[in-house]
């Protein structure tokens, strides 16, 4: 029969005094405290991309998350970014390798948008979090996959634009928000016309990121892994224009400044739409013949709902009096000029709009949808998307918002499910 444990005053008062021994011996940041947050709550990130854009995600986008990895196909932009980079942190050239890691909880994807579907959802298998760059994806499809992944792996899915919860709205020059109060409150009156371009402080940079017809071939600087960087865009001939700070020009890996800006200006009117659970029926554009490959101006394109609200983007800027929003019962225009009597004073009377989610930090250690997350953001990348449909076939597409499909046009379908590169897929 076994004794009975005892356990003595004297045994109590030793063991009473080692613990205390220890515990003085362990730093305060592992204790944690007031002031002091212990590791066990500190969340970690990887950049995946390390680019212009990428390098900005080290430490001033997400700077409460502690930085384990950087990676990159590149290996003067990997330096680059390592030189900026404490001791702890890791580079990689192959992004699987980082997501192999469990140490790590959030990853960044500032790549160019032809990669940011196919690295997403494999962050989301590998238990990950997302912080993605806009926009969300490059096709309607690719987008569409994020969704349902995040959904199958219950992530916590943030996109890097901004505008709908904070910061003043372009060139209105105030917060979404309060532009929504008076929008939700019929202040303008319905249906809603929105004009996007360059006299309502909005512009498509159409020149800044057109592609080149005229590429010859060149050879592959050592340092980059320009087969990996293509990854499941198809085969092309190496030139500088085609990548890096350029690779926006072309259809392959983004979509001019409608991919760059699009959704900046477009989540935001969405919002304020009310749009967040709704497509459009009609777009329409007016844009000369575009090359296959590399992506030209545009001079005008039109997106209809089945309301009537219509979003105009304006890329020649031609309607010098145009407003930002336009009602039958009142009209905003740039720098928050309005032609309803003190519009200002009327908005601060208003109820303010819900509440939403805007720390992703939080979000992540509550498991509650950011603001801007894989459902509303797959939505407002569809109207990015769908424009660039319309500038690619140059004609008026006729869109059904529940099946997500365009209706009876075969080639302007085609173009939401595009094939991948061998042996790249979607597999949600």
């Known amino acids: 029969m076994n004794k009975p444990c005892q356990f003595t005053r004297r045994d109590f008062l030793r063991t009473s005094l080692v613990a205390s021994a220890a515990i003085s011996l362990v730093p305060r940041h592992v204790l944690g405290g007031p002031g002091v947050t212990p590791p066990s709550e500190i969340l970690t990130k990887a950049v995946i991309g390390v680019g212009s854009m990428g390098r900005a995600h080290l430490s001033s986008i997400n700077p409460t998350a502690k930085l384990l990895a950087v990676c990159d196909v590149d290996a003067k932009h990997l330096q680059a970014a390592l030189s900026k980079c404490g001791p702890e942190v890791k ?10 890691r469990k140490d790590i ?34 096709t309607i499809g690719e987008g569409e996959a994020v ?3 995040m959904a199958k792996y219950r992530r916590i899915f943030r996109l890097n634009t901004w505008f709908r919860f904070e910061g003043a709205f372009y060139g209105v020059g105030v917060p979404v928000r309060l532009i929504k109060k008076a929008v939700q409150n019929g202040l303008f009156g319905w ?12 512009d498509w940079k159409q020149n800044e990121w057109c592609g080149r017809t005229d590429l010859t071939p060149q050879p592959v600087p050592p340092e980059l892994d320009y087969d990996f960087w293509l990854g499941p865009a198809p085969k092309k001939p190496y030139h500088p224009h085609r990548v890096h700070g350029t690779f ?25 739409l009310d749009k967040d659970n709704e497509s459009p029926v009609r777009i329409e554009a007016d844009t000369d013949p575009q090359d296959p490959d590399a992506v030209q101006p545009w001079r005008r394109i039109s997106i209809r709902y089945a309301d009537g609200c219509e979003i105009i983007f304006d890329g020649e800027n031609k309607d010098k009096e145009a407003a930002f929003i336009a009602g039958p019962e009142g009209k905003l225009f740039r720098d ?20 939403q989610l805007t720390d992703f930090i939080q979000a992540v250690k509550t498991r509650q949808k950011f603001a801007l997350n894989e459902v509303n953001g ?9 424009a660039k449909i319309a500038v690619q076939t140059g004609r008026v597409l006729h869109f059904d918002p529940k099946k997500q499909r365009f209706i009876h046009d075969q080639q302007a379908n085609a173009l939401i499910h595009q094939p ?7 597999r949600v």
Request: aromatic letters at 10%; hydrophobic letters at 35%.
């Open 420 to 426: 991948m590169r061998k042996p790249w897929k979607l």
């Open 378 to 386: 797959h939505r407002s990348c569809t109207l990015v998307n769908l």
């Open 248 to 272: 926006r020009g072309y259809w392959d890996y983004d979509g001019g400044g409608l991919g760059d800006m699009g959704q900046h200006y477009l989540d935001p009117v969405q919002y304020l």
């Open 147 to 149: 969704k349902a992944a």
């Open 91 to 100: 580079g990689y050239r192959d992004f699987r390798e980082v997501l192999a």
């Open 191 to 202: 249906p809603l016309k929105v004009t996007l371009g360059g006299p309502t402080g909005f």
């Open 105 to 138: 909880d959030i990853v960044h994807i500032p790549t160019p948008p032809h990669w940011h579907a196919l690295i997403s959802i494999a962050a989301a298998k590998a238990g990950k979090d997302i912080w993605c760059e806009k926009p969300l994806s490059r």
């Open 336 to 355: 928050f000029e309005s032609d309803i009597p003190n519009l200002r004073a009327k908005i601060q009377s208003l109820p303010d709009p819900e509440p």
